[in-house]
């Protein structure tokens, strides 16, 4: 029997087992996901002969009264020609699954899942990341950095700033990036869960810090699989030594590179922030080191829209009232760089 065109392009989303491997994002390993989800597991897109095409990790996030999907990285290809058509019917099947378990929605992915498409009748935002291709000489990767980013590294370097890491700074990077989120308005996690997150991730993590003299200016958590690096959380102390952050990112940039890690990921750039704005200046410093801008979307969709809208609701309230704010995902097209990855 000869397939129809519709049927080449559909893609049928079912529960797979993946045996993670490094060659895969870190975020779709199991002791990761058990972090971040009680329930959780992965999608995979069969094609009509029933071969799986791709996959996605997922985790189910639950408050009081309501259940909501989250991916946790991109759709996995398993081969390079997947089309936009199909990836968009294999997250169109992904919906139906959801309803079927009983998720009243599904919330913006992390920023360290930006999807290339979304399905009928979702929220969308064009969103977009940086990524660094390590797979060259490091001759080659230091040519691309803009020259005000080469100009800052020196000054920290001459200033005697130097790249440090290991679990003996998690304190301090806790708060650090809790105080950074804080001066923009915006809550973190508990330090028990964030203790959870950064164990789940096992050997896969590096906790790395620009130290001056005893001081620590700025810090990264840095998960890493062989697929990816990715510049997770970071904070700095309230006026840094110039360059600090400029010339840790960078150090980050060589150590995994050295490991074999093949991308480093920034983890999130608004597409057209307005001139001027603090995400422009983010957006600029994340493109000063020479990477391509990735552009894709983040999404929600209403599984069960009267639910969904009482959520939306109960956030407002939350969020305008002064009350004790829930660690909870904000609504698509409100994420920002350093917020909820």
Not at 2 to 28: G, M, N, Q, R
Not at 120 to 131: E, F, I, K, L, N
Not at 180 to 191: A, N, V
Request: hydrophobic content about 40%.
């Amino acid at each position: 029997m000869i397939a129809t065109a519709e049927e080449l392009v559909k893609l049928t989303a079912a529960p797979v087992e993946i045996k993670w491997h490094s060659a895969l994002p870190i975020f779709a390993s199991e002791p990761f996901l058990k972090t971040v989800g009680k329930q959780y597991g992965w999608l995979g897109g069969m094609d009509a002969s029933g071969r799986v095409r791709c996959a996605i990790p997922y985790a189910i996030t639950r408050v009081p009264g309501f259940r909501m999907a989250r991916f946790r990285v991109e759709t996995m290809a398993f081969e390079n020609d997947l089309s936009l058509e199909e990836e968009e019917s294999f997250l169109a099947s992904s919906v139906e699954y959801f309803r079927s378990i009983g998720a009243d929605m599904i919330l913006p992915a992390s920023n360290t899942a930006l999807l290339r498409t979304f399905p009928p009748g979702t929220t969308a935002s064009p969103y977009g990341t940086v990524v660094n291709d390590l797979a060259q000489p490091e001759e080659q990767l230091r040519s691309k950095i803009h020259k005000s980013c080469s100009y800052n590294i020196r000054s920290a370097q001459k200033a005697g700033v130097q790249i440090k890491s290991g679990p003996e700074y998690l304190d301090t990077c806790y708060q650090l990036i809790a105080e950074t989120m804080k001066r923009s308005g915006l809550s973190f996690r508990t330090r028990t869960q964030f203790d959870s997150m950064v164990s789940g991730l096992g050997e896969n993590v590096r906790v790395m810090v620009a130290d001056l003299r005893g001081v620590v200016q700025g810090c990264m958590i840095a998960p890493f699989s062989q697929h990816t690096a990715y510049s997770w959380y970071c904070g700095t102390k309230v006026a840094p030594a110039r360059g600090s952050m400029h010339l840790l990112h960078w150090e980050a940039m060589r150590q995994f590179r050295e490991l074999g890690t093949r991308r480093f990921n920034f983890t999130g750039v608004r597409i057209n922030p307005e001139k001027g704005s603090k995400q422009d200046g983010i957006r600029n410093f994340k493109l000063s080191f020479g990477g391509d801008l990735v552009e894709g979307y983040i999404w929600r969709y209403p599984i069960s829209r009267l639910r969904s809208a009482a959520f939306s609701a109960a956030l407002y309230l939350f969020e305008h009232r002064g009350a004790v704010r829930l660690h909870l995902p904000r609504r698509a097209g409100s994420a920002k760089p350093s917020e909820e990855k």
